[in-house]
């Protein structure tokens, strides 16, 4: 499975807009901000400068989605950023599908939340030999994420000017070492021109009363992974889930569940015999299938968009054996004197990061959620975390069953 194929997927299940009464809005953004270096000896970074284009539209209907989201705005920007170093950490161009929603809406009309999701391509990456100080992006393509608040500070009838101030993320998603990714905070002037004249003020938020129904979810999923420096190599992980929630007001879909995870690079590790195997943990060795996997608890939601869903998931790891030799080889401490790595010892970081777990991404339904069949299919891509810090890349294959 290519990396640059899931980022195309995911991309694709948010290109084609949900149909509804809409008006085409395009925007202008230009910001700046301070990227944090990513690792020791990181390139040193002037200013931040990201141009970005949004074209989209605001939705006007009395679809649940619409109506439930305050009559949001959907579309696809594309986004230039310069990191302030040319030579070593270069510029990104970035292409995501977006949603923005009013916040607030009936004390104000000003404060919108703009949220986006895709794949970017890097002119800079990792190199060991010519760009060694720069362990935050080792790919071509990487995911993008931004999170952005939008404040009108004023507007006529095709031209809103807004302050911006948000943030933004790129990371492989752990196919490949290093992935300490780059964040990036930053403010500026977003510039919305609306040039079909829409009669907004006309437009009710009604309160339609929806009954929640019940559904059931299984889930599998196939993704990449690397482990680290010395054992690079990008191979597959496995995983299945089963969920049961609730979906409200046919938008919001609420669940909690079970997964399990199989690592085939913890697996092979382990079977290897690789050095902290064998002088630290041979323990390991007993078991090794469940040892190379992950056993959790997790909730869920979905933002219900006729056939496209945006989801965020919340997992506890009951048992993650293998995360101990995986933490402390990701957190390996150079030591000057003998220019050589070795691996960091377990802190009260690792106990968090042992526990918590994330997925964040995109999905489309086979079938329109609007009429909430009682079966559906779903295709999605994600980027899966522990504490925030990336996992791996999963495509997954759904089927979601709702009890009327």
């Not at 190199?127 to 720069?134: E, S």
């Not at 019940?214 to 010395?230: A, N, P, V």
């Not at 496995?238 to 969920?243: P, Q, V």
């Not at 041979?282 to 219900?304: C, D, H, Q, R, W």
Request: hydrophobic residues 35%; proline residues 4%; glycine residues 6%.
């Amino acid at each position: 499975m290519n990396f640059k194929k899931l980022l195309f997927i995911s991309f694709i299940f948010s290109v084609i807009i949900p149909k509804s009464f809409s008006q085409t809005t395009f925007n202008v953004e230009y910001v700046l901000g301070r990227t944090s270096p990513a690792n020791e000896f990181f390139p040193e970074l002037k200013m931040n400068q990201t141009l970005s284009l949004f074209v989209g539209k605001k939705h006007f209907s009395d679809e649940a989605w619409v109506q439930s989201l305050q009559n949001p705005e959907t579309g696809i920007l594309f986004q230039y950023s310069n990191y302030g170093n040319n030579e070593f950490v270069g510029s990104s161009y970035s292409l995501m599908p977006y949603l923005e929603i009013p916040l607030f809406h009936s004390k104000t009309k000003r404060l919108s939340l703009n949220t986006a999701i895709g794949a970017s391509y890097f002119n800079k990456n990792y190199d060991d030999g010519k760009n060694w100080q720069n362990k935050a992006i080792s790919t071509d393509f990487t995911w993008a994420y931004r999170m952005f608040l939008n404040y009108s500070i004023f507007s006529n009838t095709y031209l809103d000017t807004r302050a911006s101030i948000g943030y933004s993320h790129h990371s492989n998603g752990h196919i490949k070492w290093p992935n300490q990714g780059l964040n990036t905070f930053s403010a500026g002037l977003n510039f919305k021109f609306n040039p079909q004249k829409a009669k907004t003020d006309s437009i009710t938020i009604k309160d339609t009363k929806y009954t929640p129904v019940k559904f059931y979810q299984i889930k599998t999923g196939i993704g990449q992974q690397s482990i680290y420096r010395l054992y690079n190599d990008t191979k597959e992980v496995y995983s299945t889930s089963f969920a049961f929630g609730k979906i409200y007001k046919n938008t919001y879909k609420i669940g909690i569940g079970f997964f399990y995870t199989f690592y085939e690079n913890y697996y092979d590790y382990i079977k290897e015999e690789k050095f902290l195997v064998n002088e630290d943990y041979p323990e390991l060795k007993k078991n090794p299938i469940y040892n190379s996997s992950a056993y959790g608890v997790f909730i869920n939601g979905e933002l219900l968009m006729n056939h496209f869903a945006a989801e965020a998931q919340l997992g506890i790891n009951i048992d993650k054996p293998f995360y101990k030799i995986d933490y402390r080889l990701n957190s390996e401490i150079y030591v000057p004197e003998t220019g050589d790595y070795v691996p960091s010892e377990l802190d009260s970081y690792y106990k968090l990061k042992r526990f918590i777990s994330g997925k964040l991404g995109l999905k489309y339904y086979a079938w329109n959620t609007k009429n909430m069949p009682k079966h559906n299919v779903s295709l999605g891509a994600y980027i899966c975390s522990n504490l925030g810090q990336a996992d791996y890349t999963e495509l997954s294959l759904g089927y979601t069953y709702i009890i009327k």
